[in-house]
């Protein structure tokens, strides 16, 4: 049996979109209200899915704890209550569009993901940056 | 063509082995190892895959996955201590995992023919899903 659990968490942070290869109409024509220049933010909606088998003494696939720990280390505090062009090194030049925060959320977990044990994989991530969009990044199992 | 019914129960559960200590039992499972028990509004989404009949239009008629998911999992999950009232968990831990893997045993057998299983999803709260896919993927 494949199983695979997911967990879900929230953050809210500051952003504005704006891409240095651009002028400043370029950007505004590109990134519209985004691109306003005091920046605005969002509640994102973060879910993480992991797959492995099930031990049958716990009946558990993971520890929730040790995921959680690991995004409130690596996530919620990089991200949350921060504003992400000011804060996050990766955005000082890089827009911080949600592709490329799921991109950032991605290596971060993976680079401390042996922590969790070598029988849990990461199946998936996805980001919600409004109810109306989502921005997913599907692993190869 | 994927479908899928959603359904909800409502049970008390613990997460607890019985050989453990309270210490170590506290520390797998935290909260949830209270051995008074604690409930959740369970949510569960069945999906099915199979291709739409060319006379009705449909995949299969949904009532009866309706009436599947009623006699499988609301009459024996709804307002009931899963431990202490539904086999298998009076002996296996009743985790988000296992409810999957168990209502995907109850469930399977309706849906081996055109129209087959495809996942088993079970919310135990808005935060914490499990997911079974059978053996296959």
């Known amino acids: ?141 | 063509m994927l479908i899928t019914r959603r359904v909800e129960f409502s049970a008390a559960h613990v997460c607890r082995r019985p050989e453990l200590t309270e210490e170590a039992n506290r520390e797998l499972y935290g909260p949830a190892a209270n051995p008074h028990g604690h409930g959740h509004n369970f949510v569960v989404e069945v999906t099915l895959a199979g291709e739409p009949d060319r006379a009705t239009g449909m995949v299969l008629d949904l009532k009866r996955l309706k009436e599947v998911l009623h006699r499988e999992i609301v009459e024996p999950f709804d307002h009931r201590f899963l431990n202490a009232e539904v086999p298998p968990f009076d002996r296996v831990v009743p985790t988000a995992e296992n409810l999957a893997i168990e209502i995907w045993r109850r469930v399977k057998p309706y849906f081996d023919g055109a129209v087959r299983l495809h996942a088993v999803r079970v919310y135990e709260t808005d935060d914490f899903w499990a997911e079974c896919f059978g053996e296959e993927a």
């Open chain 1, 1 to 141: 049996m494949r199983l695979q659990v997911t967990r879900r968490y929230r953050f809210a942070a500051a952003h504005r979109l704006h891409a240095a290869a651009f002028s400043e109409q370029e950007n505004q024509a590109l990134y519209g209200k985004c691109n306003n220049p005091s920046g605005h933010g969002h509640d994102y909606v973060l879910e993480v899915s992991v797959t492995g088998p099930v031990h049958e003494a716990t009946g558990r696939l993971l520890s929730p704890a040790a995921l959680d720990r690991l995004v409130a280390e690596e996530v919620l505090a990089a991200f949350d209550h921060r504003n992400l062009n000011a804060e996050v090194p990766e955005f000082s030049q890089a827009p911080p569009t949600t592709e490329n925060l799921t991109q950032l959320i991605r290596r971060r977990l993976l680079e401390r993901w042996a922590e969790l044990g070598h029988e849990v994989r990461l199946a998936g991530i996805r980001l919600r940056e409004t109810q109306r969009n989502t921005f997913e990044i599907l692993e190869r199992l």
